[in-house]
Nanobody
Framework: QVQLVESGGGLVQAGGSLRLSCAAS????????MGWFRQAPGKEREFVAT????????NYADSVKGRFTISRDNVKNTVYLQMNSLKPEDTAVYYC?????????????????WGQGTLVTVSS
């Protein structure tokens, strides 16, 4: 398995930006597609974005497309989520996860390793 640790969450005003990081260890990081998910209070965990093992392909939820950017650095064993134009509805605990099933499969059950999450709070 791969161990994942998220960081970079915090409090930000609506319209602001935040950059999340996820550091990986324990396995060959570049062998995994990586994803970001989030869970808001009282809501189900939802897909945010995925990136292929090479970093060459990405997929985004419609709710964040054009505002969020997922990327990875396989030398640093780190995946990032750049969040711009943040909205109050983006408030959630954000989780990174690793999958052997490729970036096109965004189902949470396809991701075998998960981080502990980092809280993002967007104020109006």
């Amino acid at each position: 398995q791969v161990q994942l640790v998220e960081s970079g969450g915090g409090l930000v005003q609506a319209g602001g930006s935040l950059r999340l990081s996820c550091a990986a260890s324990g396995r060959t990081f570049s062998s995994y597609a990586m994803g970001w998910f989030r869970q808001a209070p009282g809501k189900e965990r939802e897909f945010v974005a995925t990136v292929s093992w090479s970093g060459g392909s990405t997929n985004y939820a419609d709710s964040v497309k054009g505002r969020f950017t997922i990327s990875r650095d396989n030398v640093k064993n780190t995946v990032y989520l750049q969040m711009n134009s943040l909205k109050p509805e983006d408030t959630a605990v954000y989780y990174c996860a690793a999958s052997f099933f490729g970036y096109t499969d965004s189902r949470p059950e396809r991701f075998s390793s998960w981080g502990q999450g980092t809280l993002v709070t967007v104020s109006s």
